[in-house]
């Protein structure tokens, strides 16, 4: 994934935007990215343990599949600790975290 979009995608999910519809409009059918290359990204997130996937409607964590649809509006990717994205993605270097490196392009 190119570093801008990359950047973006991790902006999106810091500032509360990342419902699966938006990423899946977003990042796959305008930006043209596979399913697969965001699952991988969102996967690993969750499995470092920066980002927990919730349903909408109560904020519950959920471990369900990631439903890559436009209408899923029920499913949202978010940070596991909102003060860390903030430290971590809004400083001065403005460089993708180290953890994420891999999937730059």
């Known amino acids: 994934m ?12 810091a500032e509360e935007d990342a419902i699966i ?3 899946y409009g977003l990042f796959s ?3 043209g990215y596979t399913v697969q290359l965001l699952e991988e990204i969102i996967q690993h997130g969750i499995k ?3 980002f ?3 349903t909408v409607q109560t904020g519950e964590i959920t471990h369900k ?7 899923n509006v029920f499913q949202e990717i ?4 909102r003060n860390f994205s903030v430290m971590t993605l809004f400083n001065e270097s403005d460089e993708i975290p180290n ?6 392009s």
């Open 2 to 13: 190119k570093t801008e979009d990359l950047k973006e995608l991790l902006l999106s999910i």
């Open 21 to 23: 519809s938006r990423l």
């Open 29 to 31: 059918l305008r930006k």
């Open 48 to 50: 470092i343990g920066w």
């Open 52 to 54: 927990e996937m919730v």
């Open 65 to 71: 599949d990631i439903e890559w649809k436009i209408d």
């Open 78 to 81: 978010i940070f596991s600790d």
């Open 99 to 104: 953890e994420f490196k891999q999937f730059s």
